[in-house]
């Protein structure tokens, strides 16, 4: 089973910052690309950025400038640093892990349990 586990999460003020963390499985054959999402109540879940195996990151219109993402192959980890956290941003943001597990598998989605992110005055 993949497990990815999120972190970092919590309660900022509009334009505070918050970073948060995905670990990654270190036993995947491969991981194509790594991506955070979000889902706010009575809402959809949608693409908030995303960066390949080579580092090639891209951002949603609506956190372009604002979100970074990175990610540390040698250390199974990545991470989204959020910067002027505006209340529309309050959601639960969840890791997206696109890779093969192993050498014969397809390559399939895997996701994370969802952390909270709430932005309030």
């Known amino acids: 089973q993949v497990q990815l586990v999120e972190s970092g999460g919590g309660s900022v003020q509009p334009g505070g910052s918050l970073r948060l963390s995905c670990a990654t499985p270190g036993n995947m054959f491969s991981i194509n690309v790594l991506g955070w999402y979000r889902q706010a109540p009575e809402k959809e879940r949608e693409f908030i950025a995303s960066?390949?195996?080579?580092?090639?990151?891209t951002y949603a219109d609506s956190v372009k400038g604002r979100f970074t993402i990175s990610r540390d192959n040698g250390k199974n980890t990545m991470d989204l640093q959020m910067n002027s956290l505006k209340p529309e941003d309050t959601a639960v943001y969840y890791c997206?892990?696109?890779?093969?597990?192993?050498?014969?598998?397809?390559?399939?989605?895997?996701w994370g349990q969802g952390t909270q992110v709430t932005v309030s005055s």
């Open positions: 997206n892990l696109r890779g093969r597990r192993r050498y014969y598998s397809i390559e399939s989605d895997y």
């Open positions: 960066i390949s195996s080579s580092g090639f990151a």
